[in-house]
C-alpha cells in the first residue's frame, strides 16, 4: 500500500518561513492535499490539488510537489499557525484515501 | 455555507456494532461523495471510508477496515451512516463525517466537529 512519510515535528521562529515536507514514492506524479488540524478542532483543508488555496486560507500558505517530496510552506508564521498538518492522497492502486501522519507545527 | 454533525453513541461494547449518522444541512448531497474518517486518541487521520450521494454500488472502503464497515446514504433525510461491527478497544476514536470532492483525485473540504467513540465494557 501506498504511505506517506512526515516529521513528528517542525518548529519555527515567528515571523520565518515553516516548511513541512511529506515523502511518498513518485508523489510527484499525485495530486496531494494538506490539512490544518488546531488543538480540540476538526481538520480543515488548506491546500488541495498539490497548489490551491480553499477560499478564506491566507496567502501565507503554499504548497508545491515534485519528485517524491511534497511541501507545505507557511510564510511569516504567527503563533495561531500552530497546528498539526496532514497530508493526503488518493492511491490509486488501493482505491484508497491515504493521510501522512502528521506534523506539528511549534512557533517558538 | 454546508455544514455536518455526526451523533450517536458514545459508548460501544466491545465486539458489538458502532453506528454513527453524520446529518448534512445548508447544501445539497447530490454530486458528492460523503466520507467517514476517523482519528485514535493523540494519533493521526484514518481514512473509513465514503459513498457517492445515489448510494448503489458507489462506495470505496479501507482496504484493512472493509469486513467490517458499512457505509449507507439517505438523501430524502440528508444523512449517511456508518456500520463497524465486531468492534474492539483499538476502534476508539474521534470520529469525523466529511464530504469528499472526488475529481480525478479526492480531498475533503467540509467536515463535521467530530464525535468521540469510546469501546469499552
Known amino acids: 500500500s501506498y504511505e506517506l512519510s512526515q516529521p513528528l515535528s517542525v518548529s519555527v521562529a515567528p515571523g520565518q518561513t515553516a516548511r513541512i515536507p511529506c515523502g511518498g514514492n513518485n508523489i510527484g506524479f499525485k495530486n496531494v492535499h494538506w490539512y490544518q488540524q488546531e488543538p480540540g478542532q476538526a481538520p480543515v483543508l488548506v491546500i488541495y490539488?498539490?497548489?490551491v488555496r480553499p477560499s478564506g486560507v491566507p496567502e501565507r500558505f503554499s504548497a508545491s510537489n515534485s519528485g517524491n517530496t511534497a511541501t507545505l510552506t507557511i510564510s511569516s508564521a504567527q503563533a495561531g499557525d500552530e497546528a498539526d498538518y496532514y497530508c493526503?492522497?488518493?492511491?490509486?492502486?488501493?482505491?484508497?484515501?491515504?493521510f501522512g501522519g502528521g506534523t506539528r507545527l511549534t512557533v517558538l | 455555507q454546508v455544514q455536518l454533525q455526526e451523533s450517536g453513541p458514545g459508548l460501544v461494547t466491545p465486539s458489538e456494532t458502532l453506528s454513527l449518522t453524520c446529518t448534512v444541512s445548508?447544501?445539497?448531497?447530490?454530486?458528492?461523495?460523503w466520507s467517514w474518517i476517523r482519528q485514535p486518541p493523540g494519533k493521526g487521520l484514518e481514512w473509513i471510508g465514503y459513498i457517492y450521494y445515489n448510494g448503489n454500488t458507489n462506495y470505496y472502503y479501507n482496504p484493512s477496515l472493509k469486513s467490517r464497515v458499512t457505509i449507507s446514504v439517505d438523501t430524502s433525510n440528508n444523512q449517511f451512516s456508518l456500520n463497524l461491527s465486531s468492534v474492539t478497544a483499538a476502534d476508539t476514536a474521534v470520529y469525523y463525517c466529511?464530504?469528499?470532492?472526488?475529481?480525478?483525485?479526492?480531498?475533503?473540504?467540509?467536515w463535521g466537529q467530530g464525535t468521540l467513540v469510546t469501546v469499552s465494557s
Open positions: 490539488r498539490d497548489d
Open positions: 466529511a464530504r469528499a470532492v472526488t475529481s480525478g483525485t479526492t480531498n475533503f473540504d467540509h
Open positions: 445548508g447544501g445539497s448531497m447530490t454530486t458528492y461523495y
Open positions: 493526503q492522497v488518493w492511491d490509486t492502486t488501493t482505491g484508497s484515501v491515504v
